[in-house]
């Protein structure tokens, strides 16, 4: 009886000490696919244009007062917020969203960009950028494509409900200007938000983005 005891006690130990190996094999392991996945991810610089805050009602002093956010800087905060959720919401390794300001970006491409299309499907016309001067600013960023938020256009509407649709218009190009993708995503609000509500807010949406602008890259 004893024998038996003691035979099944090391069977108990060996199998603790094989699912021990196990486990750490797979602990081990992980972390390389992980800094694999970063390092094959694909770049992309997220900006934002100036003063592409539009609206169909709002003027932007009515904006500074609802939100709290100063006149000058509507379009800074608008373009800050979207970015910075494009990048923490984006669920998958295969891209790194890099949230920029227009003045980090080296050169000076993210000048005044002209916008074809109407209020709700705005899209930038690169055509007066040089190709070289467009490709340097990546390539000194390190990066592999560029997701221009073009315009933040807030639609007003009265009826059947009161509501503020807050439509962002996008464009993702390559570092030789060729336009990858384009879209555009709503969230609604039932009146001006200040910045933390709007944050809130907008994630979903900014989620959407980013998983729009992967499914583009696969879809390649």
Not at 25 to 38: C, D, G, H, V
Not at 155 to 184: A, C, M
Not at 204 to 215: E, G, L, P
Request: include cysteine; charged fraction near 30%; aromatic fraction near 8%.
């Amino acid at each position: 009886m004893k024998k038996m005891n003691i035979s099944k006690i090391l069977a108990a130990i060996c199998l603790s000490l094989l699912s021990a190996f196990i486990l750490e094999a797979k602990e081990n392991k992980n972390p390389k696919e992980s800094r694999k996945a970063n390092s094959a991810a694909a770049r992309i610089l997220v900006v934002g244009l100036d003063n592409n805050v539009k609206s169909n009602y709002f003027y932007m002093g009515m904006i500074a007062e609802e939100t709290g956010i100063n006149a000058e800087h509507i379009d800074r905060e608008y373009n800050r917020i979207i970015a910075e959720n494009i990048a923490v919401y984006n669920k998958t390794s295969q891209c790194e969203f890099i949230p920029v300001e227009p003045e980090e970006v080296k050169g000076d491409c993210i000048r005044p960009i002209p916008l074809n299309g109407d209020e709700e499907n705005c899209n930038s016309d690169l055509s007066s950028i040089p190709a070289d001067e467009w490709k340097n600013i990546l390539t000194h960023a390190e990066a592999d494509y560029m997701l221009v938020l073009n315009q933040h256009y807030l639609k007003w509407q009265e009826t059947p409900l009161r509501t503020l649709f807050h439509i962002v218009s996008y464009t993702l190009f390559d570092k030789d200007k060729k336009e990858i993708y384009r879209g555009n995503n709503y969230f609604t609000t039932m009146s001006l938000e200040k910045p933390d509500e709007l944050r809130k807010i907008s994630r979903k949406s900014s989620s959407k983005i980013a998983a729009n602008v992967v499914k583009s890259l696969d879809d390649k």
